[in-house]
């Protein structure tokens, strides 16, 4: 049976982790790279950070909140080591229609003589996704995906059929805006011993809320 | 277990309308790149580019449709009202963007995946169920692999993959800033290779599972018997340079098939004529298939890279390669890499076996590889 073991949400004014039952109040997402230095979310730096877009930022933020939720540590070791065997799946509204913008906008305004390399590579809305598996080192599946409908279920059961299939042990399912973020980590409960879990039915079920407040609040009440 | 057959096909390349077209274009050994018209190209690291005759940037349709509708209107096969469509592309209907930034006049909105996948869907019309799935250059194929699951796992029976891409001045501008096309045309797998060719490039395959084909004695034109997905977790650009991530992608597609790797006959692989892709998938293969050499081929040469249309294209191929027991050419391929030789020729390869295995991998470090049987 595949259950989640962890998920990490974000949004312009707090963060938190439902299963810990734990949440916080933020000063903007300007200052929440330092702040989740200091308290150890990111267990170390994550490098380029600075020239991430916004979506590759909350990315982060929500998928560090989830695996800190899962129980699930990490270290830059795995650039030598061992990766993860964890794939990322992710979904969203807008794709990268913002990053598309922001660099067609910097190259026409250059007067097309040259793009700039670090504003293309997030006109893919795989990129930010990209970025997470990069810092924490997940080496399945990855891919972005929208959907005409249900769009957390839709996500979260393409998650679970990638660990019934084995393309890999655990699964991340993220749902990254500007504004908000939320994670969702997916394991097999028989690899899992003790952990504290939460059933994929119940978790879909509060996850198909129609606001990310009424989303948290559903989800912060599931046993 | 449930398998998942392939009934219906076909592409719009640089060498014009139709696989058998492509087909034929990739044995004539010549390449399909040509001088881009479409926008000024001076400042940018090439002029040339795979664009498909014909097309012209238009106020009321997109290169991508412009692409896809002539494609699905002459489909040999009718698509059956409750088939789920998976989109995959990495950039769409960008023209939307490019216009909205120039005159301000267009709704950037117009050029989401989603957009182009509610036209899709009016044009097939399908019962309005679908998604669009986007992982950089290995879009179409991580496509197939998600409709494979999706039938294999019994949630749909029917399934439409498409793939798209055009070649714009928004994504050559951008490749040229990372300097990683070739400033003439691309050479994979040749020692002097420098670098991708852009194509531009729409396909589709229609999927089902093998009962509800027999059931519509539907014709098969082959199996998608395994994949493996990866990631490298490494650059975001760049592939891992020892080609592990790959190496596992195939290990988790051999697995899945049910099949050791001396059962396959032949590897279309990613092939891009950048420096790192070419070598690292050398490196990935040669550790797989050791001193066993099998035909490995790209069809890049000839058709440039058409990011999101890439890999469902050259599944096409694969299986018409598979049908015919031979591999095409690799186009522009003069002085052949090292770590290539024995396994990359210029020339067509046949083969015996019922199995081959087709490549792909892009930016963020995916892989993807899927195990294909006729």
Known sequence: ?223 | MIKVVSVAADMVTSYGWGTDVCWEGLFSGKTAIRPIERFPTHNLQTGNAATVPGLTMKPDESLVMQMLRPLLDKSSIEIPYDTFIILATTNGDIEFVQRFVLDEENNPEKSLPDCLLDKIMLLTGTFGKGMVVSSACASSSIAVSRAASLIRNKVYDCILVIGCDCVSEFVTAGFSSLMALDPDVAKPFDKNRQGLSLGEAAGYMLLMSEERAAKGNTAVMGEVAGWGLTNDANHITGPSRDGSGLYQAIYTALKSAGIAENKIGSISAHGTGTVYNDSMEMKAIRSVFAENTLPVYSVKGGIGHTLGAAGLLEIIISFKSLDKKITPPTVNLFDIDEEAEGWVFPYPQTFESSYTLSTNSGFGGVNSALILKI
């Open chain 1, 1 to 223: 049976m595949i259950v989640v073991t962890g998920i990490g949400w974000v949004n312009h004014k707090e963060y938190g982790c439902i299963i810990e039952k734990d949440k916080k109040s933020h000063e903007g997402f300007n200052s929440l790279h330092s702040c989740f230095k200091n308290e150890s979310i990111f267990l170390y730096p994550v490098k380029n950070f600075g020239r991430f877009d916004m979506i590759s930022r909350t990315t982060c933020f929500c998928a560090a909140l989830a695996l800190k939720d899962a129980g699930i540590s990490y270290s830059n070791d795995h650039k030598h080591a061992h990766k993860r065997d964890m794939g990322i799946m992710g979904t969203n509204e807008e794709g990268c229609l913002e990053s598309n913008i922001n660099y067609y906008k910097d190259y026409i305004d250059s007067g097309r003589i040259l793009a700039r390399g670090n504003l293309f590579v997030y006109t893919l809305p795989s990129t930010p996704l990209a970025e997470a598996a990069i810092h924490f080192g997940l080496s399945g599946p990855l891919l972005h995906m929208s959907f005409k409908e249900n769009k957390l279920s839709s996500l979260l059961g393409f998650a679970k059929r990638s660990i019934i299939e084995k393309e890999a042990t655990a699964m991340l399912a993220v749902n990254a805006e500007e504004s908000d973020a939320i994670s969702f980590v997916l394991e097999n409960k028989d690899d899992i011993s003790n952990k504290r879990s939460l059933t994929l039915e119940n978790v879909i079920f509060a996850a198909e809320k129609s606001s990310f407040d009424e989303m948290i609040s559903a989800l912060s009440d599931l046993k």
